[in-house]
């Protein structure tokens, strides 16, 4: 029996930070298309955001809003992620990484109504501001356009949005509800002028104070990071 | 579309077997029919978008409920799973391939 070693061959994962893992992407914020990259034209176009209001508007009439839908087709994948103001529909191959463009989608989904919140590293604002593969040359200069308005016209962040931020990122481990109330509590307990614009620092010390609340180790540190991004488009 | 989702409490995640002749325990019943009525209604308007072919996998996520199916075969047998957790895609879906390979 042979010593040698045999070379290990080492599993090379997918590049989450690839576009081409996302085949387009679009994005409603307050019922508006503000960023749309979907390679997709004409009636399945209209039909298919159609269908994502209609199957939106269905799970509502329930009582409450839906947070995810996900469909894995044969050669597609589609993700809808939802938060209180904004609708990201994300179109991927078979071989996308699923857990990193959920991750970011995530992100995005939950600023995406805050001025500035849509960070270049992301890999869905990329895909947003990239057309995709089959949009023909019309259609390009319609996503050129729409990606002028990726910034929402916006001040200051306010409490109201910062609070909203934030329960969005801790609505992912908490019911809204909770989320809400912990964060009115917080604001409460440190005498916050909510009228004023947010402060950064103290939008980080409360996130800091929530996110110290989850137990699990790896999501905490997922949510820090998603409080972290969020607290820095705060000026 | 039929069934309201949300109005589908469950107070643990499970995953059953589905097959076309299988027939479901009463108390989970309500919570599967609205999921894979809400789910296949929903594959059938946007695969006639998109074109990508059969479904096979279906999600939908709230604040207090999470449905998915995963299709196994031709013949219409699937997994089911339900829960009261807010699961990502990924986790359903591992947690539906899991349970097949027992």
């Not at chain 1, 503000?34 to 399945?44: E, H, Q, R, Y």
């Not at chain 1, 799970?59 to 939802?82: C, H, N, S």
């Not at chain 1, 996308?96 to 604002?125: F, M, Q, Y």
């Not at chain 1, 910034?151 to 200051?156: E, G, Q």
Request: include cysteine.
């Amino acid at each position: 029996m042979s010593n040698r070693r045999l070379p290990t061959q080492k599993a090379v994962a997918p590049s989450a930070r690839d576009v081409a893992y996302v085949l387009g992407a679009m994005l409603w914020v307050d019922g508006v298309v503000v960023a749309d990259s979907l390679p997709l034209t004409g009636t399945p176009r209209e039909r298919l955001i159609q269908t994502l209001h209609i199957m939106a508007a269905h799970y509502e009439a329930g009582g409450l809003p839906p947070k995810l839908f996900y469909f894995r087709f044969k050669t597609q994948q589609l993700m809808v992620i939802f938060a209180r103001r904004a609708m990201l529909a994300v179109l991927m191959p078979m071989d996308a990484p699923l857990v990193d463009i959920e991750i970011s989608a995530r992100k995005v989904v939950s600023t995406a109504h805050l001025k500035g919140s849509l960070d270049e590293r992301n890999l869905i604002t990329r895909a947003l501001r990239t057309a995709g593969p089959s949009v023909p040359p019309q259609s390009l200069a319609l996503v050129t356009l729409t990606t002028e308005s990726l910034a929402i016209p916006s001040s200051h962040m306010t409490w109201t949005e910062a609070s909203q931020a934030l329960e969005n990122i801790i609505a992912k481990v908490l019911s809204q509800a909770q989320a809400a109330k912990l964060i009115a509590t917080a604001i409460q307990r440190k005498g916050i002028d909510t009228t004023r614009p947010a402060d950064a620092a103290t939008v980080a010390e409360i996130g800091q104070e929530l996110t110290q609340k989850v137990p699990s180790r790896p999501i905490r540190a997922s949510l820090e990071k998603e409080v972290a991004a969020m607290v820095a488009t705060i000026r | 579309m039929n069934g309201v989702i949300v109005s589908c409490p469950v107070d643990q995640t499970s995953v059953f077997s589905l097959s076309p002749h299988q027939k479901l325990r009463s108390d989970v019943m309500p919570a599967v029919e609205a999921v894979r009525s809400f789910i296949q209604q929903s594959a059938e308007l946007l695969g006639e978008c998109l074109g990508a072919g059969a479904l096979s996998m279906g999600m939908v996520q709230g604040s207090r409920f999470c449905g998915a199916i995963l299709a196994q075969d031709s013949s219409g047998s699937a997994r089911v799973l339900i829960s009261p957790e807010e699961l990502t895609a990924s986790m359903a879906l591992k947690l539906l391939q899991a349970d097949c390979d027992e």
